[in-house]
């Protein structure tokens, strides 16, 4: 079986770790301290992980309260900081039931290209102790908190949207923007804690007014060029539900959403990050 984690050297001081499930978390070291931005499923031991990259003093923010973002919080015994209109958001998707779900749907995964049913589990995967983890220690941040760690800033940022309390990072040294879920080609904007469509396009407009250069997103892989947010803008205006292909959603059951997008959705185009989608319910188009 393939490692769990996969972790690759963006820099001297930066790291993305890649989990089986195609979450990606990241590290910067620096002179005095180390950041992890998200913590992921958290089915491996990604504690130990990060101890073979630094043995730093470890600080720990959640883009945002999403199970696939923050299970892995309750193998630290570090504070957590996640902005405070995600917080109860966070324990809600680390609680025994949804970890259930999750180790359920991670044991049964099927491959969409191949249509082939795997286990991404890790071999040592202790299901009993994982159900108990809960959401770790989490103290509040809010915008405008900069985390110093000696030779890299990182700025936190208010970015809501996909939830109310999504927040993103600025590494004003590598003018980089972490954005975890806040913006990407394939947004959901669909569940009870996610913002109306009005409130995204205001997250977008922020962050293109930022100067950065680079923008890293929690689900795919490389850097992107910050001009992509101007595809995400344009899908967000024009969105249009009536025609949008009715979504079917195996991790957030229960909400009725159509993906809508200004291209013909094919299998080659849906990884591409140029090619945006928002995946949306009807309440929460209000412009």
Known sequence: MREYYHVKKLKDNIYRITSLEGVYCDLFVGGKNALLWDTGYGFGDLKSVIRKITDKPLIIVNSHGHLDHACGNGRFEEDIYIHPLDMELCKAHTAEAVRRHAVKNSRESVDVLTGKSHNLLPKDFDEAAYYQMGSGHLCPVIEGHVFDLGG???????????????????????????????????LWLFAEEACPLSVYINTLEKAQALGMEKLIVAHYPDILDIDVLDAYMDCARHVDYENGIPFDNPILPGYEARICSNFKMTQESFGDPYKASIVISKEKIDC
Request: with cysteine.
């Open 152 to 186: 890299i800033t990182l700025r936190v940022i208010e970015t809501p949207g996909h939830t109310q309390g999504s927040i993103s990072l600025v590494c004003q040294e590598e003018k980089w923007l972490y954005a975890g879920d806040a913006m990407n080609a394939f």
